[in-house]
């Protein structure tokens, strides 16, 4: 069966440090998603893509957070510097081009920031 | 402004005590309403899409339905595997970009 795939799974970093997350979406799907979920609240958008150009930003802190999905395919999503408020799980999404049905979720990067 | 609230936060049950979960929701143009099952340290699974008043969709021992306002999502029999945060989402028109908007979940834990 198609999953979403996403490293590293877990990740402790300093403040102020670099961090990077993969993600992998279901082939065939050009629509990915990147959420942020705060231990105990629900998922929250950060950037949507559709193919490899940016479709929603707006909930992104560009001063420190990055997306890329230079060939529509899979997707790095980066923070510099972080910051110990960033600590969270990073979820990735996908679903299909032009479909407003579900989207199917990777297992997470859960990051903390010390 | 999309709302979601899920209630009840925290719900334990005996194993074999049915019982229902709450979505309410105010958005501008429901587009769809997803159920996702959370285990800890995972990412959601998708369980169920909603698109209109009235409908109804089984799976095992989960039954969800739509009203205009809310939804619920019905837990009969439960087994202690079925123990998990579950969450709600909805989609709009007038968001557009086909995003999702969650609520917080309900966390389920059913007792043997």
């Known amino acids: 069966e198609a999953e979403v795939a996403q490293s590293p799974r877990y990740k402790i970093t300093e403040k102020s440090q670099a961090v990077a997350f993969w993600c992998d979406p279901i082939?065939?799907?050009?629509?990915l998603y990147w959420y942020r979920q705060i231990l105990g609240q629900g998922p929250e958008l950060l950037v949507q893509?559709?193919?490899?150009?940016?479709?929603?930003d707006s909930q992104l802190p560009k001063d420190r957070f990055s997306a890329e999905r230079l060939k529509g395919v899979d997707s790095t999503l980066k923070i510099q510097p972080a910051e110990l408020g960033d600590s969270a799980m990073y979820l990735c999404?996908?679903?299909?081009?032009?479909?407003?049905?579900?989207?199917?979720f990777g297992p997470g990067t859960r990051l903390t920031v010390l | 402004e999309d709302q979601v609230t899920q209630s009840p936060e925290a719900l334990r049950l005996q194993e074999g005590e049915s019982s229902s979960l709450n979505c309410s929701y105010t958005?501008?143009?429901?587009?769809?309403l997803f159920w996702y099952r959370q285990d800890p340290g995972k990412g959601p699974e998708f369980l169920f899409t909603?698109?209109?008043a009235g409908e109804e969709k089984e799976k095992e021992r989960l039954k969800a339905t739509l009203t205009k306002k809310e939804s619920f999502l019905h837990i009969t029999a439960p087994k202690p595997e079925d123990s998990a945060t579950y969450l709600c989402?909805?989609?709009?028109?007038?968001?557009?970009?086909?995003?999702?908007?969650f609520g917080t979940g309900t966390r389920l834990t059913v007792i043997p």
């Open positions: 999404a996908s679903r299909e081009r032009d479909s407003y049905n579900e989207q199917f």
């Open positions: 958005v501008s143009g429901l587009r769809g």
């Open positions: 989402a909805v989609q709009s028109y007038q968001t557009g970009a086909n995003n999702l908007f």
């Open positions: 893509f559709q193919d490899e150009s940016v479709v929603d």
């Open positions: 082939s065939g799907h050009a629509t």
């Open positions: 909603l698109y209109s």
